[in-house]
């Protein structure tokens, strides 16, 4: 079965730095597309960032875009996510998910890990 567990979250100052990972398994985790998304309490859940089944393509969300990096290591199957500079407002519950074979949509979700930024 597909399971996705992410670790690495945590409380840290702004400006400080976290790596998230993603470990995945039930699945040839190299043909899958990955990407982390976040959700703030009371708000709906949001695209951070996404990764290419090779690696070779990614995309970041604006806000993110410069502090951020999505990386997977396939031999591991293991989906990174680096992010610096952290602000009070990535404060969220992180998920990586996996999206279908020929299509936009993600059809797994790990169980979430908490980031907290303090100011």
């Known amino acids: 079965q597909v399971q996705l567990v992410e670790s690495g979250g945590g409380l840290v100052q702004a400006g400080g730095s976290l790596r998230l990972s993603c470990v995945a398994s039930?699945?040839?985790?190299?043909?899958?597309?990955m990407g982390w998304f976040r959700q703030a309490p009371g708000e709906e859940r949001e695209f951070v960032a996404s990764?290419?089944?090779?690696?070779?393509?990614?995309r970041y969300a604006d806000s993110v875009k410069g502090r951020f990096t999505i990386s997977r290591d396939n031999a591991k199957n293991t989906l990174h996510l680096q992010m610096n500079i952290l602000k009070p407002e990535d404060t969220a519950v992180y998920y990586c998910?996996?999206?279908?074979?020929?299509?936009?949509?993600?059809?797994?979700w790990g169980q979430g890990t908490q980031v907290t930024v303090s100011s």
């Open positions: 039930g699945y040839t985790f190299n043909m899958y597309s």
């Open positions: 990764i290419s089944g090779s690696g070779a393509v990614t």
């Open positions: 998910g996996r999206r279908g074979q020929q299509s936009t949509k993600y059809d797994y």
